[in-house]
């Protein structure tokens, strides 16, 4: 049963660090989508295009609301005809 039970805590501290991870994931996405919001579209796009990860992510969700990009039936983001 020991053998077991120290399974369990593993398993339990691996899915903590998995929430922490995600977590931490969701709010790097949040703080650059507040950054992206407060900038112009000229130095949003330049942005865009040097960021990667949840930073890009937070970068393309403001990108789709100001029209210059959208999300294909695959969930995956495109250019609009919308330029700058």
């Given at each position: 049963m020991g053998f077991f039970r120290?399974?369990?805590e593993a398993a339990k501290y691996?899915?903590?660090g998995l929430l922490e991870d995600v977590k931490q994931k969701q709010e790097e996405?949040?703080?650059a989508?507040?950054?992206g919001q407060r900038m112009t579209d000229e130095e949003l796009v330049r942005r865009f295009k040097s960021a990667s990860g949840m930073r890009k992510v937070g970068f393309a969700?403001?990108?789709e609301?100001?029209?210059y990009l959208e999300k294909d039936s695959e969930?995956?983001?495109r250019r609009t005809s919308k330029t700058l």
């Open positions: 120290g399974l369990g691996v899915g903590k996405r949040d703080r989508y507040a950054e969700m403001v990108l609301e100001r029209g969930g995956r983001y």
